[in-house]
Each structure stands twice: as structure tokens, then as C-alpha cells.
């Protein structure tokens, strides 16, 4: 994301535009389904110290605001991404933990439709899909894993 782009965006959302703001938005859209961890790393590359607290407060309001996404599979630490608005998916490797995205399962969101909603106004379906990576499959085929190895 371009810095002027980012600058703009922060403002149209309300948001005082700040290094640090500007910072975790482009880690963000860099490095998508990374972990806060992994985001304050890159983030101190770019504009030196920050501590992992402003990084969580900053991807906190970034995802108030939506111009963020926080992901949490299963057993696995909070992500973040700026593809929002779009109730898109993830597909998550077992073995080595790589996240992609795949578009919505069927038709425009919620994707999926409950048969007994309880009277909620149903906005929005989670869905991960889990599985093993071609490169998984591969290194587990080689060593005689029970994962096959075909490339579908």
C-alpha cells in the first residue's frame, strides 16, 4: 500500500494518522495472515522501536475500524490481513502451518445458510478448511507419510 493511499484511508476511517499506524497497516497489506509477532518485526525493520503492545493496540483499532482482519484458527495464533469486506475463507496446512485465501463457497455472504438461524441476522460465515499443503504432501510421500502425493 502506498503511503499517500494509507495516509488517506486512516483518514476517511477517522483515525489520526501516525508512523506507527502507518507502519502496521503497510506490514499488514505486505505480509498478509502474519501473526502480531510477526508484524512488530517487520514494523521495527521500517520505523525502528515499537513495542509488541502498540502493535496489538494499533491492529486492535485497525480491526475496529475494518481495515483489518483478524483470523484465529484453531490452535493457532491470531493473523491479520487487509483483504476485508469480501467474507472470503482460508485454507490452513496441518503440517506447516501456511494460511491462503479462497473465495466464498457459494454465492455472495454469508456463503452458507443455516436452517434454524434462531432469529439472528446472520452477516457474515467463518469458514477454514484444513489439510495438507502440496509441499506437505510431498515431503510426507517421500518419507513414506500417509499423506499422499498428487497435485490436484
Known sequence: MVNEDAKRLLKRHGLQ??????AVLRAVSTHPHATADELADDVRGSIGS?????????????????????????????????RVGD????????????????DCAVGEAPCLTVEDD???????????????????????AATNGTIENRED
Open 118 to 140: 434462531h432469529g439472528f441476522a446472520i452477516d457474515e460465515a467463518e469458514v477454514v478448511y484444513w489439510g495438507y499443503c502440496p509441499g506437505c504432501r510431498r515431503r510426507r
Open 17 to 22: 494518522v501516525t508512523a506507527q499506524r502507518l
Open 87 to 102: 467474507n472470503h475463507h482460508h485454507l490452513v496446512c496441518r503440517a506447516c502451518g501456511v494460511m491462503v485465501d479462497v
Open 50 to 82: 515499537i513495542s509488541r503492545q502498540a502493535v496489538y493496540d494499533t491492529l486492535g483499532t485497525l480491526v475496529g475500524k475494518g481495515l483489518a482482519r483478524r483470523i484465529q484458527p484453531a490452535g493457532s495464533p491470531a493473523r491479520y490481513e487487509d
